[in-house]
């Protein structure tokens, strides 16, 4: 195929996106060597990077629009998880080959999830080999504002924002192992492609959070890293923990609970809150779900109804036998 | 293997790196879901994300120190190219598994680069799949003193910040195809594999120069890529075009000047500058060549002593028989 034809097919198909969310900030776009941002005085930035592989993150048979806002949504989910809005990003696209309809879907579905988001598209690479998306995101805080992981106190309230453990259950769906039926497996499946990032929520916890982060490989693993950064012990109470019906109707109770606790890819916010910011939060109109809580100690515990521990031995959702090492 | 063993193998071999160049204006570094950035008032950030595939852009078989030297060079050129100063960078690595010799020199080159660039490793994403390496690099500078490819006027010159074609030359070295002997190949394979980022050179042309990027896809496409940008057309002296004594050994005359035109992967600057200007840089002690000029109309032209039109039909260095589409 004719090469600059190929790159003007992209470059068109990735123009909307780019369009979409002029965002304040964004001094230069697409075009240049690089872009520019520029934020006020007392602002900083907020950067994560993340990347997706065909056959490990998502199957190599997908929809692109999907899999496109799916990539998205889970690199936004950082910029939550510090409390920062929305900015922009770059996106480094590694394709086999420049098929137009999946780049048509891609792009699509790559422009619904920015404008979601309020993420404007800056700067991009796009160049061959196997399938690779990396996405890295900026936003903007007031500085020091910053949510961090270090921070939680012995007594504050463990949270949640959502229910944890659809986007597991809807593996088998994902993968074709059965066959979606009903609002419930929709929901599921809705949940695993096209999370939504809680950008809202994340902000308005600035100044009442004292610590957080976005579930991402599962809420026992996460709430391990919480609990690592503050040297804080967490204590989760399973009746606590909120399961969805779809997640009950699809996996049974007792799974139900172990796909909430490590299932991966929910990309809600965890948070300890001091007791004292609990009205505010309340009152902000927010869902949100308190789970357990700090004490002093290290690690996270899960406890049943009588305060017996029934932590379980494995962590969350991991690649190498490992997990993704993100930063 | 153990998971966490592994990636606390990795933390370990890039803490080097992270802390190579703890630079002013990184407020948070790796550790948290973003790393936080802040800059003075009046200060403008500039991005780019840049990435590299094995079989594409680097052999299979490569040294792992000097793939990490060229990845992180090739994307740091292009702050050069905006007159930016180096922040830092975020490093997305997907790998086939984690094995722990080629880790040790890759994070041995990364560290090597970086600091000869002045870059702190900020943040990153290690997951398992084929080799695949993204660079998004960070760079600051005064806003609106960002060097753009739009700007160059009829009359102004265009030089080029060193010779260009070594690395194209290198290739059949890179790829096994010949052995390499003696210091004129040495000097080509350095020249691909550790090339040197033009930042100080970027710096001073700011206020200077009238359009500038940097030569990645050839000389005479990446010139076509100002001309596009500005609305003029810029003439090439061939005669003008500096070839480095290792190149002529290597490729011959007639084929250095080829490669010198459209080789890639050189990563020097290309600048416009109005004649006013000249003086000023020259005085900077910066070594660069002037090559032609611009002038009304559009396009690149190559033209002989005589003035005779010598340009080859075809461009520069292109993926998918077209290009890397970078922004």
Same mark, same amino acid.
Not at 118 to 124: D, K, P, S
Not at 182 to 198: E, F, H, I, M, S
Not at 254 to 259: E, F, M, S, V, Y
């Given at each position: 195929?004719?090469?600059?034809g190929?790159? $003007?097919?992209?470059?068109?198909?990735?123009?909307a996106?780019?369009?979409?969310?002029? $965002?304040?900030?964004?001094?230069?776009?697409?075009g240049? =060597?690089?872009? #520019?941002?520029?934020?006020?005085?007392g602002?900083?930035?907020?950067?994560?990077?993340?990347?997706?592989?065909?056959?490990?993150?998502?199957?190599?048979?997908?929809?692109?629009? #999907?899999?496109a806002?799916?990539?998205?949504?889970?690199?936004?989910?950082?910029?939550?998880?510090?409390?920062?809005?929305?900015?922009?990003?770059?996106?480094?696209?590694?394709l086999?080959?420049?098929?137009?309809?999946?780049?048509?879907?891609?792009?699509?579905?790559?422009?619904?999830?920015?404008?979601?988001?309020?993420?404007?598209?800056?700067?991009?690479?796009?160049?061959?080999?196997?399938?690779?998306?990396?996405?890295?995101?900026?936003?903007?805080?007031?500085?020091?504002q910053?949510?961090?992981?270090?921070?939680?106190?012995?007594?504050d309230?463990?949270?949640?924002?959502?229910?944890?453990?659809?986007?597991?259950?809807?593996?088998?769906?994902?993968?074709?192992?059965?066959?979606?039926?009903?609002?419930?497996?929709?929901?599921?499946?809705?949940?695993?492609?096209?999370?939504?990032?809680?950008?809202?929520?994340?902000?308005?916890?600035?100044?009442?959070?004292?610590?957080?982060? =976005?579930?991402?490989?599962?809420?026992l693993?996460?709430?391990?890293?919480?609990?690592?950064?503050?040297?804080?012990?967490?204590?989760?109470?399973a009746?606590?923990?909120? #399961?969805?019906? $779809?997640?009950?109707?699809?996996?049974?109770?007792?799974?139900?609970?172990?796909?909430?606790?490590?299932?991966?890819?929910?990309?809600?916010?965890?948070?300890?809150?001091?007791?004292?910011?609990?009205?505010?939060?309340?009152?902000?109109?927010?869902?949100?779900?308190?789970?357990?809580?700090?004490?002093?100690?290290?690690?996270?515990?899960?406890?049943?109804?009588?305060?017996?521990?029934i932590?379980?031995?494995?962590?969350?959702?991991?690649?190498?036998g490992?997990?993704?090492?993100?930063a």
């Amino acid at each position: 195929m004719a090469g600059l034809g190929e790159f $003007a097919l992209i470059r068109q198909f990735f123009a909307a996106a780019a369009c979409a969310a002029p $965002a304040s900030g964004v001094a230069r776009g697409i075009g240049d =060597d690089c872009a #520019l941002l520029q934020l006020p005085p007392g602002e900083q930035l907020a950067v994560s990077t993340d990347t997706q592989v065909a056959g490990v993150h998502f199957p190599e048979r997908h929809d692109p629009s #999907l899999l496109a806002q799916r990539v998205l949504a889970a690199a936004a989910s950082d910029l939550a998880a510090m409390g920062a809005a929305p900015l922009g990003f770059t996106l480094a696209l590694t394709l086999p080959a420049a098929d137009p309809v999946w780049l048509e879907g891609f792009a699509r579905g790559l422009d619904v999830m920015a404008r979601a988001c309020g993420l404007a598209l800056i700067g991009g690479d796009t160049t061959r080999g196997p399938l690779n998306i990396n996405v890295t995101v900026f936003g903007r805080l007031p500085a020091g504002q910053a949510l961090l992981r270090a921070g939680a106190r012995p007594g504050d309230l463990l949270c949640i924002g959502g229910a944890t453990g659809e986007a597991a259950a809807a593996l088998p769906l994902v993968l074709g192992e059965r066959g979606a039926h009903g609002a419930a497996d929709a929901q599921l499946l809705a949940r695993y492609w096209t999370p939504q990032p809680q950008l809202a929520l994340g902000q308005t916890l600035r100044g009442l959070a004292s610590a957080a982060l =976005d579930v991402s490989d599962g809420l026992l693993a996460d709430c391990g890293h919480i609990a690592e950064a503050s040297g804080v012990r967490l204590l989760i109470e399973a009746a606590l923990v909120p #399961l969805s019906p $779809a997640l009950r109707a699809a996996a049974g109770e007792r799974r139900a609970l172990q796909l909430a606790l490590s299932g991966g890819d929910d990309y809600v916010l965890a948070f300890t809150l001091p007791p004292a910011a609990l009205p505010a939060l309340v009152a902000s109109g927010h869902d949100f779900h308190v789970i357990g809580h700090a004490e002093a100690g290290s690690g996270v515990r899960l406890v049943d109804g009588a305060g017996r521990d029934i932590t379980p031995a494995a962590g969350g959702y991991q690649h190498f036998g490992g997990g993704d090492e993100q930063a």
